[in-house]
């Protein structure tokens, strides 16, 4: 990773939890992606929504994000450049798959499936989103490379707060309760 900026946050209060495997971290970020030394627009935001919760230490979030977090507390900034190999992986060119329409998870009542629309396919990985490259009657092609695979990706991130995750979370490799999993 590469130029990781972080602005402590004024004052800590004492008491503030560290971010260390089996905490819930909550978040908001800006993520534009670095092309040729030059920042795009934005690509996503949580500005204005609810932060992003993940449980730390289980491989939720892409390794380069979770290496930065790691010791971190609420308040923190990060701004911190990754390369694909600590994001979303290379880009591969032998990942086109021809799927019948009928294995595809479609929403109930659909039937068609157009060109860049995002569909989710059964793979030995389990199910994945993969984009629709081309699209016929009975059969569709897909690239079932990550939309961002071989991108370097700039993110800058608040930590919003941080706690330790319950007995059940950790057992379960994810957060539960507000902007969490619901069973
Ligand atoms: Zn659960």
């Given at each position: 990773m590469?130029?990781?900026?972080t602005?402590?946050?004024?004052?800590?209060a004492?008491?503030?939890?560290?971010?260390a495997d089996?905490?819930?971290?909550?978040?908001?970020?800006?993520?534009?992606?670095m092309?040729?030394?030059?920042?795009?627009?934005?690509?996503?935001?949580?500005?204005?929504?609810?932060?992003?919760?993940?449980?730390?230490?289980?491989?939720?979030?892409?390794?380069?994000?979770?290496?930065?977090?790691?010791?971190?507390?609420a308040?923190?900034k990060?701004?911190?450049?990754?390369?694909?190999?600590?994001?979303?992986?290379?880009?591969?060119?032998?990942?086109?798959?021809?799927?019948?329409?009928?294995?595809?998870?479609?929403?109930?009542?659909?039937?068609?499936?157009?060109?860049?629309?995002i569909?989710?396919?059964?793979?030995?990985?389990?199910?994945?989103?993969?984009?629709?490259?081309?699209?016929?009657?009975?059969?569709?092609?897909?690239?079932?490379?990550?939309?961002?695979?071989?991108?370097?990706?700039?993110?800058?991130?608040e930590?919003?707060?941080?706690?330790?995750?319950?007995?059940?979370?950790?057992?379960?490799?994810?957060?539960h309760?507000?902007?969490g999993?619901?069973?």
């Amino acid at each position: 990773m590469t130029d990781v900026v972080t602005e402590q946050a004024a004052s800590p209060a004492s008491g503030d939890m560290i971010i260390a495997d089996d905490c819930v971290v909550a978040f908001h970020y800006r993520m534009c992606e670095m092309k040729n030394g030059e920042k795009s627009g934005w690509i996503e935001e949580s500005t204005g929504r609810e932060p992003l919760m993940y449980l730390h230490g289980h491989a939720n979030v892409i390794s380069g994000l979770e290496a930065a977090m790691t010791g971190k507390k609420a308040g923190d900034k990060i701004s911190i450049t990754l390369e694909p190999e600590q994001a979303y992986g290379p880009r591969r060119s032998n990942s086109f798959q021809r799927v019948p329409i009928k294995h595809l998870h479609l929403k109930p009542g659909q039937k068609q499936v157009q060109v860049g629309e995002i569909v989710a396919i059964q793979t030995s990985q389990g199910i994945r989103n993969a984009l629709v490259v081309k699209a016929g009657r009975f059969n569709v092609d897909v690239d079932t490379n990550h939309p961002y695979a071989g991108r370097t990706l700039h993110y800058e991130i608040e930590v919003a707060s941080v706690r330790a995750a319950s007995a059940e979370e950790i057992s379960h490799r994810h957060v539960h309760g507000p902007g969490g999993h619901h069973h």
